[in-house]
């Protein structure tokens, strides 16, 4: 059973940085794309990021790139997300997630003064 | 990037109904579309891949169809437990897009 447990969030200030992390396990990691997707409050689903399991190619939406980065190490079955440059926009719950197949429980960021 | 269009944003059904939830592509994405389910506080739940598609344990209630633009959620008889947020997704091509969400509530 695929099974993806995200940690790592809280609250931080505008300008702040946070590192989200992702376990994965049920699966074999480094054979797989990995997702972000966000959801803020009372709002739809938003795709975040990607990262290719082979090549570590990187995907990033226009509202994230140049402050957000995707990562992952398959000797730990772990996916990343290394957010900088927060802004109160960015408050969302996180979701890792394997593609069209299984979600993590998400981690709440909140940017806030 | 490719919008994905979802119809209606909210529909009322009972118990028993047959519902159905469109997903119109900005451009074609082949089947590269997938459906989730949202219930409140909790996180997605995958439905249904390459736009036809059962997951694993999903019930047979649930159906998809439609390839290019145009796609379709069907839940063929409406239960208590599917009432809930669902929203389409291609996969087709970077950047990831969903849909706006479809809530289906109790009549």
């Known amino acids: 059973e695929v099974q993806l447990l995200e940690s790592g969030g809280g609250l931080v200030q505008p300008g702040g940085s946070l590192r989200l992390s992702c376990a994965a396990s049920?699966?074999?990691?480094?054979?797989?794309?990995m997702s972000w997707v966000r959801q803020a409050p009372g709002k739809g689903l938003e795709w975040v990021s990607a990262?290719?399991?082979?090549?570590?190619?990187?995907y990033y939406a226009d509202s994230v790139k140049g402050r957000f980065t995707i990562s992952r190490d398959n000797s730990k079955n772990t996916l990343y997300l290394q957010m900088n440059s927060l802004r109160a926009e960015d408050t969302a719950v996180y979701y890792c997630?394997?593609?069209?197949?299984?979600w993590g429980q998400g981690t709440l960021v909140t940017v806030s003064s | 990037d490719i919008q994905m269009t979802q119809s209606p944003s909210s529909l009322s059904a009972s118990v028993g109904d047959r519902v159905t939830i469109t997903c119109r592509a900005s451009?074609?994405?082949?089947?590269?579309l997938a459906w989730f389910q949202q219930k409140p506080g909790k996180a997605p739940k995958s439905l249904i891949y390459?736009?036809?598609s059962l997951q694993s344990g999903v019930p047979s209630k649930f159906s998809g169809s439609g390839s290019g633009t145009d796609f379709t959620l069907t839940i063929s008889s409406l239960q208590p437990e599917d009432f809930a947020t669902y929203y389409c997704?291609?996969?087709?091509?970077?950047?990831?897009?969903f849909g706006g969400g479809t809530k289906v509530e109790i009549k």
């Open positions: 997630a394997k593609l069209v197949e299984a």
């Open positions: 049920g699966f074999t990691f480094s054979s797989y794309s």
């Open positions: 990262i290719s399991g082979r090549d570590g190619s990187t």
């Open positions: 451009q074609g994405i082949s089947n590269s």
């Open positions: 390459a736009a036809s």
């Open positions: 997704q291609q996969y087709n091509s970077y950047p990831f897009t």
